[in-house]
């Protein structure tokens, strides 16, 4: 991909022009341009750091690049999928910066990461960074980037022994495991020096005014689109989820001060609006913000949503969509089941679901598609029996609707109150006979791999031994046949993939993110754990 995609962006914001002694920074999104750039986060974060004098930041994907300065001093790393740290490892090794913290000299830039994956459990990848920063960007940041400043003459050491005082700023390389054996669990995490936070805490932004793109291109994979977050974080707190655990508590943007103002921005360069957020209609003026966008001169605005809760689902908000460019609605129910929703904490009955289905036909839509789960804690036969009964229903309800069930299967995520649960090894097989029973009624069923869902497990429950792994299976392609051929290669030096994956962890186990605390105390969390496993 040309560099002349970066003369293709349409700016929302204006640049600074770096000051003569800026610190020449590296800001990479380890995909290519189209993903990178269609990632709002990065986007927001590439926007915060342009907007400094003190800093000179380029950007580079692994397609395609800014300029890039000789020396840098900070190289930075959005992780927002699991697998994309391969390209962290070879974006390292072409701008000659070895690939562990630990060999980094005074001659090398600090390497630092953010992003959803690195925020949820960064541990498998701490070997790779000198910093991660934990949380909610909007302050941190700058508060990284301050203090950085402040120690820039220094030696690599002392500079990392300061930004270690930043409270979300976690310097790994400060930070011993110990193990109960080798190939056993993590028995302790500690600072190695006395001024070390023992624990460092995730940074929770408060504002009301929520992030909006500050660039907008055709060369985007949603291509042209204006990105708005109109929520942040979830108030339903399904206990897998983490989109809702990690990153409460659940804030909503301005309407008057934050979101119209961005959006008659956004609208002057495009006619795409993307509302973004884990649970966007349930903003609390969801509706006002609906009739806004209702107004005639939105006619030719193509709207998307990312998330719609289902019971939010009327005939207005279906016409809408219709009306701006939507044909389909995508609503995750995670189970036909009721009783295994209460167990998950997913409030929702059967009839809101039907109901959704009759709203979305009657507002014009012609398809739904259904988000599921199989393997959920407590799952038992006559559940995915309930899965397959209510989509009977809901084709009998709404006739003519395209109705599709996406399915995957039940991944362990940190700081959620199931983060103790291992992967159901029976989920392969759920998937398929569910395969079979929605063929035989004519829903169309899509499964996510099974085997991803293993390796997503393995990297959301991993501690610092599989820094080793990943090295290796970064050559062998991401097969699960891969990571199981470098498990095998390492014998003895790490767990087995099952403790990391299926086995169910003891309450009092430590776990390889225990000294990073999120937005819940553990005590919380095993409360809340504590009332769903009442209801098995
Ligand atoms: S409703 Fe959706 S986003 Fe909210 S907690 Fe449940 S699964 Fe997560």
């Known amino acids: 991909m040309s560099a002349s995609v970066f003369a293709a962006e349409r700016l929302l914001f204006t640049p600074a022009t770096p000051n003569a002694g800026a610190v020449p920074l590296i800001y990479a999104f380890p995909n290519t341009y189209s993903v990178g750039i269609t990632s709002l986060g990065y986007q927001v974060l590439w926007a915060n750091l342009a907007s400094r004098r003190d800093i000179a930041v380029s950007r580079l994907f692994t397609d395609t690049g800014?300029?890039?300065?000789?020396?840098?001093?900070?190289?930075?790393?959005?992780?927002?999928?699991?697998?994309?740290?391969?390209?962290?490892l070879t974006l390292l090794e072409s701008l000659a910066i070895p690939l562990r913290g630990e060999q980094r000299s005074d001659a090398h830039p600090?390497?630092?990461?953010?992003?959803?994956?690195?925020?949820?459990?960064?541990?498998?990848f701490?070997?790779?960074?000198?910093?991660?920063?934990?949380?909610?960007?909007?302050?941190?940041?700058?508060?990284f980037i301050d203090a950085y400043q402040d120690i820039r003459g220094g030696d690599r050491k002392a500079k990392l022994r300061r930004l270690a005082q930043i409270p979300g700023v976690y310097v790994p390389g400060f930070y011993e495991v110990k193990y109960t054996g080798a190939t056993g669990a993590v028995a302790a995490v500690a600072p190695t020096e006395a001024d070390i936070p023992p624990v460092v805490t995730k940074q929770t932004y408060r504002g009301n005014v929520l992030c909006a793109s500050p660039v907008v291109t055709e060369n985007a994979?949603?291509?042209?689109?204006?990105?708005?977050?109109?929520?942040?974080?979830?108030?339903?707190m399904c206990r897998f989820c983490l989109a809702s655990y990690l990153t409460l508590p659940f804030r909503t943007a301005s309407l008057e001060g934050a979101l119209m103002p961005a959006i008659a921005r956004g609208l002057t360069v495009t006619k795409r609006l993307g509302l973004l957020g884990a649970s966007v209609t349930q903003h609390p003026e969801f509706h006002i913000l609906l009739d806004y966008l209702s107004q005639p001169q939105f006619d030719d605005v193509r709207l998307s949503i990312a998330s719609v809760r289902t019971n939010t689902v009327t005939e207005q908000l279906a016409k809408i969509?219709?009306?701006?460019?939507?044909?389909?609605?995508?609503?995750?129910?995670?189970?036909?089941?009721?009783?295994?929703?209460?167990?998950?904490?997913?409030?929702?009955?059967?009839?809101?679901?039907?109901?959704?289905?009759?709203?979305?036909?009657?507002?014009?839509?012609?398809g739904l598609k259904l988000y599921g789960m199989v393997g959920l804690p407590g799952e038992e036969t006559a559940d995915l029996d309930a899965t397959v009964a209510m989509m009977k229903d809901i084709k009998k309800a709404a006739p003519g609707l395209r109705l599709t069930l996406g399915c995957s299967t039940f991944v362990p995520k940190a700081h959620t109150p199931f983060q103790w649960f291992g992967v159901d090894p029976g989920a392969e097989k759920k998937l398929k006979w569910m395969q079979k029973e929605l063929g035989r009624i004519g829903v169309e069923f899509r499964p996510e791999s099974y085997n991803w869902s293993v390796i997503q497990a393995l990297i959301s429950r991993g501690d610092r031994r599989l820094s080793r792994l990943l090295e290796l299976v970064r050559h062998y392609g991401d097969s699960l046949g891969?990571?199981?051929?470098?498990?095998?290669?390492?014998?003895?030096?790490?767990?087995?993939?099952?403790?990391?994956?299926?086995?169910?962890?003891?309450?009092?186990?430590?776990?390889?993110?225990?000294?990073?605390?999120?937005?819940?105390?553990?005590?919380?969390?095993?409360?809340?754990l504590a009332e769903a496993t009442s209801q098995f």
């Open 110 to 124: 600090i390497v630092f990461g953010g992003g959803a994956v690195l925020s949820a459990n960064p541990e498998p």
């Open 126 to 143: 701490a070997d790779f960074f000198d910093v991660i920063l934990l949380g909610d960007g909007e302050n941190l940041v700058g508060e």
């Open 482 to 528: 891969s990571y199981r051929r470098a498990f095998k290669e390492l014998g003895s030096q790490l767990p087995p993939l099952d403790f990391y994956v299926h086995t169910n962890y003891p309450l009092s186990q430590t776990l390889p993110w225990s000294h990073l605390q999120g937005p819940l105390p553990d005590a919380t969390l095993q409360k809340h």
């Open 66 to 88: 800014e300029p890039l300065p000789g020396a840098p001093e900070l190289v930075g790393f959005s992780l927002s999928w699991e697998l994309d740290y391969v390209n962290i």
């Open 221 to 236: 994979a949603w291509p042209d689109i204006f990105m708005v977050e109109v929520v942040r974080s979830c108030p339903e």
């Open 321 to 366: 969509l219709a009306a701006r460019g939507t044909k389909s609605l995508t609503i995750a129910v995670e189970s036909g089941s009721e009783r295994l929703r209460k167990i998950i904490n997913k409030k929702l009955a059967n009839d809101e679901i039907i109901a959704a289905a009759i709203n979305a036909k009657a507002g014009g839509l012609t």
